[in-house]
């Protein structure tokens, strides 16, 4: 996640590209999600606090 929003030509072009890419046996499971602005800053703290739950959960086995 980056502090500064990716200009949109950009991002078309990465996920252009990103068609190309091959996957494992080419079975071409690719999910892509692109967000921002506050659904961005929600999932970034979600996602801390997933990590933190995974982390306590880790070391107390």
């Known amino acids: 996640m980056l502090p500064e929003e990716i200009p949109d030509d950009i991002l078309v072009i ?27 800053q929600e999932l970034s703290h979600k996602l801390i606090a997933a990590e933190a739950v995974r982390s306590t959960v880790a070391e107390s086995v």
Do not use: F
Request: proline share 4%.
């Open 14 to 40: 990465v996920l252009e590209e990103s068609q190309l890419s091959p996957s494992n046996c080419n079975t071409q499971l690719w999910n892509v999600h692109i967000v921002s602005g506050q659904k961005q």
